[in-house]
């Protein structure tokens, strides 16, 4: 069966915020004086839960911790370094080429949309896409809902799709809701196990769309 749509995970796939992310919480776990597990980080990246986890874990090492003071710090650090973020390299290519065979493209992300759809604009190719479906709206990753409410806006099935992720967490999602999956992990998940995925690529210009169209 012919593919009809693509459908992108946000963070870490489409541009690479997940390694400001880290370093971030990095600096904060520093100026209190303690490292951040990575392995802790990799339990929860690709998730909804990564803010949660990683100030409960900063609690246990601080104690009397006030989340809500240090959300401004986090963010602003987070922000700061995401000033210059590009699309991950060769990103353009793939929904250049999209467009131009007329495949449906939607974005199926954990994160808010409040996070997402900004940074979309930013990088001027939130119009590149018929949806954005994001965790605020849907049970986050691994479970598939995301990826389920990415088919039913594109008016595509599972046999039809191509998901790209970055975690072990998104090809999970997508496999459960039937998805082909490619991953594409970026220098913060590059030793995780992508055995689950149809097609690991190390990067996007690894391979152009048209080869994994089959054309």
């Known amino acids: 069966m012919p593919t009809r749509a693509l459908v992108f995970d946000f ?16 600096e ?5 004086g303690t490292e951040l597990p990575l392995e802790a980080w990799y339990d929860v990246i690709g998730t909804q839960h990564t803010t949660a986890a990683m100030f409960g874990l900063l609690a246990q090492h601080v104690p009397g911790l006030d989340p809500e003071a240090l959300r401004p710090v986090t963010r602003a650090r987070v922000l700061q370094r995401l000033e210059k973020l590009q699309p991950r390299e060769g990103v353009l290519d793939y929904l250049d080429t999209a467009r131009e065979r007329g495949l449906r493209l939607a974005v199926a992300s954990s994160s808010s949309g409040a996070w997402v759809n900004p940074h979309l604009e930013r990088l001027g190719i939130a119009d590149r896409f018929h949806a954005v479906l994001t965790g605020d709206l849907h049970a986050a990753k691994p479970r598939p809902d995301l990826y389920l409410a990415a088919l039913t806006a594109l008016g595509v099935g599972p046999a039809e799709t191509i998901a790209f992720e970055d975690t072990p967490h998104g090809v999970t999602s997508a496999k459960a809701a039937g998805l082909t999956c490619v991953a594409v992990p970026n220098a913060i998940t590059t030793t995780l196990d992508f055995s689950a995925a149809d097609v690991v690529l190390p990067s996007f210009t690894a391979k152009r769309l048209e080869g994994l169209l089959g054309e």
């Open 11 to 26: 963070d870490g796939t489409l541009a690479d915020t997940e390694s400001a992310v880290l370093q971030s919480w990095q």
């Open 28 to 32: 904060t776990f520093r100026d209190h």
